[in-house]
């Protein structure tokens, strides 16, 4: 099962032809898009999957630490939400527990050890997307669902944009490039090693939270709206 799951690193000329046209992961999206059929957020979840792991953007984060963060990004902040929203939860579940194992798993497999051990091994690999996504999920069906406090859901949508960008910082400022399985392929775009792990953090840091706080400003609204509805 070594290997690098979406090929090796493609230089700039051979990006657009580095489609992902597994058949085991296609089969599995298809029949994803066959359970969510009816459900327009679920599709849009596919839609996302598809781009993370089909499109050449799959290939690219062999090469880029950046473009990894941005496919972990579409995962957690993207597809995830939206999966929550074709699966909502039912009643008031709990949110510190979904909180601190996706904020665990998160933050263990950006471990340079975890991070290069899952770039070259494919059973790693999905074991890193697998996780990543299926505690996101469960974190956001938490925050998502509607029995729970808005202001507990606002805290922890705020700490969990905290975290991320917490450590989109410590790679941003890291003094060194920590990721052996990028120590190369980032020279063929014109980036050092270093500087795209800066890239990567800055993105983490910054366009990453815009999910949250836009979860974050629904769950306000919608918390102002059941006041003023109580108040009347």
């Not at 996504?133 to 406090?149: K, N, T």
């Amino acid at each position: 099962m070594d290997g690098i799951y979406c090929g090796p690193p493609p230089d700039p000329a051979a990006l657009w032809s580095s489609w992902n046209l597994d058949p085991v992961l296609l089969l599995a999206l298809a029949g994803l898009t066959v359970l969510v059929r009816h459900r327009p957020a679920g599709l849009v979840a596919v839609a996302v999957l598809i781009l993370a792991f089909v499109s050449p953007l799959c290939a690219l984060s062999s090469a880029l630490f950046s473009a990894r963060v941005v496919h972990h990004v579409l995962l957690v902040a993207g597809a995830a939400p939206l999966l929550a929203l074709a699966w909502p939860a039912r009643g008031a579940p709990a949110l510190a527990l979904p909180f601190a194992v996706s904020t665990l798993i998160l933050w263990a497999w950006h471990h340079p050890a975890a991070y290069d051990l899952a770039l070259s091994n494919v059973a790693v690999y999905w074991a890193m997307q697998l996780t990543l996504l299926g505690s996101a999920v469960w974190f956001w069906r938490a925050v998502l669902a509607e029995g729970a406090a808005p202001v507990d859901r606002l805290v922890i949508v705020v700490a969990s944009f905290a975290q991320m960008g917490m450590l989109g910082a410590l790679l941003t400022f890291a003094p060194a490039p920590l990721y052996a399985a990028h120590a190369v392929a980032p020279l063929a775009w014109g980036l050092a090693p270093l500087q795209d792990q800066q890239l990567g953090g800055l993105i983490m840091w910054v366009p990453a939270g815009l999910p949250y706080a836009a979860a974050a400003i629904l769950l306000a609204r919608r918390g102002w709206t059941r006041l003023a509805g109580g108040a009347a």
